[in-house]
């Protein structure tokens, strides 16, 4: 039997493409208004997390929750959060992964 090897390369790359599968799979007036929710966590809140958008979100959640992740990267891109070394597990039903808290930079 071979040996499986990691390859951090190759696994970076995979979750780049399903990020990337996330946002164009996303819904473009979701999309407008999660960024702007985000935006107004951002100016209230010293750190958000991903569980923070979904509850902000109230009944107007995306499809799949891997499609918050572009929004926080969308963000990231424009200056508005920092990705801290923080993480906890989610709390949506469908996704108890680690997410990372970001810290942000318009919080007033």
């Known amino acids: ?17 399903g990020i990337n599968r996330a946002d164009l799979h996303s819904d473009t007036n979701w999309k407008f ?10 100016q209230r809140q010293q750190f958000v997390h991903a569980d923070d958008l ?9 499809r799949t929750p891997s499609a918050t992740g572009p929004i926080f990267l969308w ?10 070394n923080e993480t906890k597990y989610s709390e949506a039903t469908s996704n108890h992964s680690e997410h990372p808290f970001w810290e942000s930079l318009i919080y007033e």
């Open 54 to 62: 979904r509850k902000a979100l109230g009944s107007f959640q995306p």
């Open 33 to 42: 208004i999660a960024r702007g929710v985000l935006i107004r966590l951002a």
């Open 1 to 17: 039997m071979e040996a499986v090897v990691f390859d951090p390369v190759a696994a970076r790359q995979a979750c780049l493409d």
């Open 75 to 84: 963000a990231k891109r424009q200056g508005l959060l920092r990705k801290t």
